[in-house]
Protein backbone atom coordinates (compact mmCIF):
# COMPACT_ATOMS: atom_id res chain seq x y z
CA UNK A 1 0.00 0.00 0.00
CA UNK A 2 1.43 3.72 -0.71
CA UNK A 3 2.24 5.82 1.57
CA UNK A 4 1.58 9.49 2.00
CA UNK A 5 2.90 11.17 -0.90
CA UNK A 6 3.66 14.67 -1.14
CA UNK A 7 5.21 16.90 -4.34
CA UNK A 8 7.39 18.41 -4.44
CA UNK A 9 10.04 17.41 -2.87
CA UNK A 10 11.86 20.52 -2.31
CA UNK A 11 10.56 24.38 -4.06
CA UNK A 12 13.10 27.06 -4.11
CA UNK A 13 10.88 30.55 -4.68
CA UNK A 14 11.57 34.39 -4.50
CA UNK A 15 9.61 36.33 -2.20
CA UNK A 16 6.75 37.71 -3.61
CA UNK A 17 5.57 34.56 -5.62
CA UNK A 18 2.93 31.55 -5.24
CA UNK A 19 3.96 28.53 -4.63
CA UNK A 20 1.07 25.07 -4.37
CA UNK A 21 2.31 22.26 -2.27
CA UNK A 22 0.68 18.79 -2.81
CA UNK A 23 -0.82 15.59 -0.89
CA UNK A 24 -2.10 12.75 -1.69
CA UNK A 25 -2.78 10.99 1.58
CA UNK A 26 -2.91 6.84 1.86
CA UNK A 27 -5.81 5.55 0.34
CA UNK A 28 -8.76 5.51 2.72
CA UNK A 29 -8.25 7.89 4.90
CA UNK A 30 -10.12 10.36 5.67
CA UNK A 31 -8.29 12.84 7.94
CA UNK A 32 -5.69 14.63 6.39
CA UNK A 33 -3.33 17.05 8.72
CA UNK A 34 -0.89 19.50 7.06
CA UNK A 35 1.88 20.72 9.39
CA UNK A 36 5.29 22.87 9.21
CA UNK A 37 8.57 22.57 10.61
CA UNK A 38 10.41 25.89 10.58
CA UNK A 39 14.52 25.30 10.82
CA UNK A 40 14.96 23.46 14.00
CA UNK A 41 12.30 24.55 15.59
CA UNK A 42 8.95 22.18 16.93
CA UNK A 43 6.54 21.04 14.13
CA UNK A 44 3.22 23.06 13.81
CA UNK A 45 -0.36 22.12 13.31
CA UNK A 46 -1.71 24.17 10.48
CA UNK A 47 -4.94 22.56 9.73
CA UNK A 48 -7.23 19.20 9.70
CA UNK A 49 -9.64 17.94 7.06
CA UNK A 50 -12.15 15.42 7.45
CA UNK A 51 -13.03 14.42 4.13
CA UNK A 52 -13.18 17.42 2.18
CA UNK A 53 -14.60 19.57 5.15
CA UNK A 54 -11.48 21.71 7.33
CA UNK A 55 -12.02 20.08 10.75
CA UNK A 56 -9.65 22.80 12.72
CA UNK A 57 -7.67 25.38 11.00
CA UNK A 58 -6.40 27.20 14.08
CA UNK A 59 -2.73 26.90 13.46
CA UNK A 60 -2.75 28.30 9.83
CA UNK A 61 -0.83 31.40 9.94
CA UNK A 62 -2.37 33.90 8.22
CA UNK A 63 -4.38 34.77 4.97
CA UNK A 64 -1.65 34.17 2.89
CA UNK A 65 -2.36 30.28 3.34
CA UNK A 66 -4.84 28.36 1.37
CA UNK A 67 -5.69 24.43 1.86
CA UNK A 68 -8.05 22.60 -0.17
CA UNK A 69 -9.38 19.12 -0.45
CA UNK A 70 -10.84 18.01 -3.37
CA UNK A 71 -13.43 15.60 -3.24
CA UNK A 72 -11.89 14.69 0.10
CA UNK A 73 -9.05 12.95 -1.61
CA UNK A 74 -5.88 14.99 -2.39
CA UNK A 75 -5.32 18.37 -0.49
CA UNK A 76 -3.37 21.31 -1.55
CA UNK A 77 -1.90 23.80 0.65
CA UNK A 78 -1.46 27.36 -1.82
CA UNK A 79 1.30 30.38 -0.25
CA UNK A 80 0.35 33.36 -1.74
CA UNK A 81 2.30 35.85 -1.58
CA UNK A 82 5.29 33.94 0.02
CA UNK A 83 7.64 35.76 2.36
CA UNK A 84 10.58 34.82 3.94
CA UNK A 85 9.49 33.46 7.30
CA UNK A 86 7.29 30.96 5.11
CA UNK A 87 10.18 28.93 4.70
CA UNK A 88 10.23 25.49 6.23
CA UNK A 89 9.74 22.06 5.73
CA UNK A 90 5.87 21.44 4.97
CA UNK A 91 4.42 18.15 6.40
CA UNK A 92 0.81 16.32 5.31
CA UNK A 93 -0.44 13.15 7.46
CA UNK A 94 -3.64 11.09 7.51
CA UNK A 95 -5.49 8.65 9.51
CA UNK A 96 -8.47 6.55 8.66
CA UNK A 97 -11.86 8.17 10.10
CA UNK A 98 -12.06 6.24 13.47
CA UNK A 99 -12.16 6.63 16.72
CA UNK A 100 -10.16 10.05 16.58
CA UNK A 101 -10.34 11.97 20.15
CA UNK A 102 -6.94 12.42 19.75
CA UNK A 103 -5.83 8.55 19.94
CA UNK A 104 -5.42 8.11 16.41
CA UNK A 105 -2.37 7.21 14.53
CA UNK A 106 -0.86 9.75 12.20
CA UNK A 107 1.00 8.64 8.65
CA UNK A 108 3.47 11.34 7.68
CA UNK A 109 4.41 12.30 4.52
CA UNK A 110 8.30 12.85 3.74
CA UNK A 111 7.32 16.41 3.42
CA UNK A 112 8.50 19.46 1.15
CA UNK A 113 11.08 21.62 1.76
CA UNK A 114 10.38 25.58 1.07
CA UNK A 115 13.08 28.03 0.86
CA UNK A 116 11.91 31.32 -0.01
CA UNK A 117 14.18 33.42 -1.33
CA UNK B 1 -2.50 25.34 26.18
CA UNK B 2 -0.48 22.09 25.82
CA UNK B 3 3.14 22.34 25.46
CA UNK B 4 6.64 19.91 24.52
CA UNK B 5 9.89 19.62 25.60
CA UNK B 6 12.59 17.36 24.83
CA UNK B 7 15.26 18.33 26.68
CA UNK B 8 18.33 17.50 24.70
CA UNK B 9 18.54 18.46 21.02
CA UNK B 10 21.14 16.18 20.40
CA UNK B 11 22.43 12.80 21.90
CA UNK B 12 25.45 11.12 20.78
CA UNK B 13 25.77 7.52 21.86
CA UNK B 14 28.40 4.72 20.64
CA UNK B 15 26.55 1.26 19.30
CA UNK B 16 25.16 -1.25 21.96
CA UNK B 17 25.19 1.35 24.92
CA UNK B 18 21.57 2.07 26.38
CA UNK B 19 20.11 5.63 25.44
CA UNK B 20 17.09 7.92 27.07
CA UNK B 21 15.82 10.62 25.10
CA UNK B 22 13.65 12.59 27.52
CA UNK B 23 10.10 14.19 27.14
CA UNK B 24 8.58 16.65 29.37
CA UNK B 25 4.53 18.14 29.16
CA UNK B 26 2.71 21.05 30.28
CA UNK B 27 -0.73 20.21 30.08
CA UNK B 28 -3.44 21.31 32.15
CA UNK B 29 -5.68 18.29 31.21
CA UNK B 30 -5.17 14.65 30.77
CA UNK B 31 -3.43 13.64 27.17
CA UNK B 32 -2.07 11.02 25.11
CA UNK B 33 1.23 11.16 24.37
CA UNK B 34 3.41 9.72 21.25
CA UNK B 35 6.56 9.14 20.38
CA UNK B 36 7.71 9.64 16.49
CA UNK B 37 10.99 8.71 14.85
CA UNK B 38 12.19 10.40 11.46
CA UNK B 39 14.80 8.30 9.58
CA UNK B 40 16.38 10.67 6.68
CA UNK B 41 14.24 11.42 3.62
CA UNK B 42 11.28 9.97 5.20
CA UNK B 43 8.19 10.37 6.49
CA UNK B 44 7.43 10.48 10.56
CA UNK B 45 6.61 6.72 11.75
CA UNK B 46 4.78 6.52 15.02
CA UNK B 47 7.28 4.67 17.46
CA UNK B 48 4.71 4.00 20.07
CA UNK B 49 2.14 6.03 22.00
CA UNK B 50 0.21 6.40 25.68
CA UNK B 51 -3.68 6.22 25.96
CA UNK B 52 -4.37 4.61 29.10
CA UNK B 53 -3.21 1.33 31.24
CA UNK B 54 -0.04 0.40 31.91
CA UNK B 55 2.67 3.53 32.15
CA UNK B 56 5.42 0.96 30.44
CA UNK B 57 4.38 0.65 26.54
CA UNK B 58 6.58 -1.08 24.30
CA UNK B 59 7.37 0.46 20.79
CA UNK B 60 8.64 -1.01 17.31
CA UNK B 61 12.47 -1.54 17.04
CA UNK B 62 12.98 -2.46 20.79
CA UNK B 63 12.14 0.91 21.96
CA UNK B 64 10.09 1.86 24.92
CA UNK B 65 8.87 4.56 27.18
CA UNK B 66 7.25 5.09 30.42
CA UNK B 67 4.49 7.58 31.42
CA UNK B 68 5.41 9.61 34.58
CA UNK B 69 2.51 11.37 35.52
CA UNK B 70 3.73 13.27 38.56
CA UNK B 71 6.58 14.23 36.76
CA UNK B 72 4.76 14.73 33.48
CA UNK B 73 7.09 12.97 31.68
CA UNK B 74 7.53 10.36 28.12
CA UNK B 75 11.10 9.19 28.62
CA UNK B 76 12.18 6.81 25.70
CA UNK B 77 15.05 4.84 26.12
CA UNK B 78 16.19 1.33 24.19
CA UNK B 79 19.12 -0.80 26.00
CA UNK B 80 21.22 -1.09 23.33
CA UNK B 81 20.84 0.89 19.53
CA UNK B 82 22.07 0.07 16.69
CA UNK B 83 23.76 2.22 13.93
CA UNK B 84 20.24 1.90 11.93
CA UNK B 85 18.58 3.73 15.42
CA UNK B 86 20.53 7.46 13.86
CA UNK B 87 17.09 9.80 13.33
CA UNK B 88 15.50 12.43 15.00
CA UNK B 89 12.77 11.77 17.30
CA UNK B 90 9.85 13.62 17.88
CA UNK B 91 7.83 13.27 21.24
CA UNK B 92 4.12 14.74 20.68
CA UNK B 93 0.63 15.10 22.43
CA UNK B 94 -2.79 15.02 21.78
CA UNK B 95 -5.67 16.19 24.20
CA UNK B 96 -8.51 13.60 24.64
CA UNK B 97 -11.39 14.84 22.79
CA UNK B 98 -9.75 17.03 20.19
CA UNK B 99 -9.19 16.25 17.05
CA UNK B 100 -5.90 14.76 16.57
CA UNK B 101 -3.90 17.83 16.78
CA UNK B 102 -0.54 16.43 17.42
CA UNK B 103 1.58 18.97 19.82
CA UNK B 104 4.74 18.18 19.30
CA UNK B 105 8.22 19.12 20.84
CA UNK B 106 11.47 20.69 19.36
CA UNK B 107 12.91 16.98 18.19
CA UNK B 108 15.97 14.94 19.33
CA UNK B 109 18.91 14.18 17.26
CA UNK B 110 20.21 10.83 17.54
CA UNK B 111 23.16 9.80 16.56
CA UNK B 112 24.71 6.55 16.87
CA UNK B 113 28.67 6.18 16.10
CA UNK B 114 30.16 2.66 15.27
Known amino acids: EAGVTQFPSHSVIEKGQTVTLRCDPI?????LYWYRRVMGKEIKFLLHFVKESKQDESGMPNNRFLAERTGGTYSTLKVQPAELEDSGVYFC???????????????FGPGTRLTVL | AQSVTQLDSQVPVFEEAPVELRCNYS??????LFWYVQYPNQGLQLLLK??????LVKGINGFEAEFNKSQTSFHLRKPSVHISDTAEYFC????????????FGAGTRLAVHP
Open chain 2, 27 to 32: SSVSVY
Open chain 1, 93 to 107: ASSPLGGGHGTDTQY
Open chain 1, 27 to 31: SGHDN
Open chain 2, 50 to 55: YLSGST
Open chain 2, 92 to 103: AVTVPGGYNKLI
